[in-house]
DNA sequence: GGCTTATATAAGCCACTACTGATACGGTCG
DNA sequence: CGACCGTATCAGTAGTGGCTTATATAAGCC
């Protein structure tokens, strides 16, 4: 499953945001989610399963409990794929901060509207 | 249809890839995907569709031709969710880049408020 | 050991989405 | 005007994903 469609379903993006927060169980996100999307144990379970299978949260067991995290690289993928896009609404930025952590790849860019891209060529 | 979604789709993003590098005619979109992902017309005008309808593509009459182009807004608010894990993988351009942004564009709502996408501040 | 808790898996159902072929509709050109 | 291009829409269909209920497995506790 494309990361983008591991995303695309809004529990997931919720679990995710729950564990930015730090490492839970998977009865305590099941807790948050039951309550917040009123769904039941095992669909809880299963999109933690798909994040699992997808990498963007791994598992430790404790106990009979499972401890699960977020991890980092899927997402790092979808802000990497966001890149070519950013320049539409932080060309400032891009001279700043991003660029410096990527490599610069917009020597071409114009800064003095940021509306005005290049035409692709027409091949 | 959520912004997650529209990018669940691999023939979307694509288009939105096709569009980064400028306005491009339905026509010429539909070329490159058909060749791609051996799609009809119908499929890839339905999937633009999609992108007019959530924000992501704008279009432009030019004659008998429809114009397309990227419209950011939609991708910034992917950006702005993914800010919260940005700090997992970049944390020092979280201290001089990104969040410099965030600040900054924080500081221009809490001034004119030009914008209207989710601040997150609901929690 | 036997009951309970914590979590995962399995099977089946339903809704949704993306596709195709057919067709409509406006613009262009001879 | 009429034929044709470029693009969008419609109707129908197939596949997929997420949900539920039922159940399995493992750990904790008396």
Redesign the pocket.
């Known amino acids: ?1 494309h990361a983008f ?2 995303l ?5 993006r919720r679990i995710l945001e729950l564990l930015a927060g730090g490492e839970r ?6 807790d948050v989610i039951r309550e917040e ?14 994040l ?1 299978d997808s990498g963007f949260a791994s ?1 430790r ?8 995290a977020v991890r980092h690289e899927p997402l790092r993928d979808v802000d990497a794929w966001l890149d070519p896009f950013r320049r539409f609404w932080a060309p400032h930025l891009d001279a700043l901060g991003t660029e410096l952590a990527r490599g610069r790849r917009a020597d071409r860019l114009r800064d003095d509207g940021e509306d005005d891209y290049d035409e692709g060529s027409a091949t």
């Not at 695309?8 to 997931?12: E, F, N, S, W």
């Not at 169980?25 to 099941?30: L, M, N, P, Q, R």
């Open positions: 499953m469609d591991v695309g379903d809004p529990v997931r169980t998977s009865g305590a996100v099941c999307f009123g769904i039941s144990q095992p669909a809880v379970s299963q999109h933690l399963r798909v699992r598992v067991p404790q106990g009979a409990r499972r401890l699960y």
